[in-house]
């Protein structure tokens, strides 16, 4: 079985990513795997959104160059739950196995399949979660006749201001930035404004 064995330390102060790997090459070894490649995010946190070894690891996924994906912990690979999945789904429909050492998660078990579609589906939830949260949030404020959105600059000032620089044919784009008054809004306006002549 082709292995890439991924590590990763949170900051330079970690040590380094050596240990990682020697465990994992140990891992590979009593398998019997071939390890293909080692991808080394040093020194780059978890929260971070790109890092570049992960990012190399998902693209040499997406070309099948291995068959099994080692790292030693979950946090290692994933800034959160949703993210792990994300991973681990993307190496699913590749049909590429995740082995995870210290959490004993071996996706080509039956154990470690419904470990992961457990997490999977906590992930579902906390995501409909917060988006009933979010419309339900928005329903009350409508309720309460708050305005959602951003302020308008719009006001009788800028409506003359507005008016001025049309009847002398400048752009939307230039009265938009003297006016600080989106082009939609002016736009809007202008469809129900009557514009001065000019002379």
């Known amino acids: 079985m082709k292995v890439a064995i991924y590590a990763r330390t949170s900051t330079t102060k970690d040590q380094s990513c050596e240990r990682q790997l020697v465990e994992l090459r140990e891992v590979a070894e009593n398998h019997g795997w071939v390890i293909v490649d080692e991808y080394v995010d040093e020194g780059v946190s978890g929260s971070k959104k790109s890092r570049p070894e992960l990012d190399r690891l998902v693209q040499d996924a997406m070309s099948r160059k291995f068959d099994l994906v080692a790292t030693l912990e979950l ?46 589906s906590i992930a579902q939830y906390e995501l409909q979660l917060t988006r009933e949260r979010i419309v339900s949030g928005l329903e009350n404020a409508k309720r309460k006749g708050k305005t959602l959105g951003r302020k308008t600059n719009l006001n009788s000032q800028t409506k003359k201001t507005i008016l001025e620089m049309k009847s002398r044919n400048v752009g939307l784009k230039k009265i938009a930035s003297e006016t600080k008054v989106a082009v939609k809004t002016i736009r809007e306006f202008l469809s129900t404004a009557d514009l001065p002549q000019v002379a």
């Open 75 to 120: 946090s290692r690979l994933g800034r959160s739950v949703k993210n792990m999945c994300e991973i681990a789904d993307l190496l699913k429909q590749k049909n590429i196995n995740l082995f995870v050492k210290n959490q004993n998660i071996d996706t080509t078990t039956i154990v470690g399949e419904l470990f992961f579609n457990i997490i999977n």
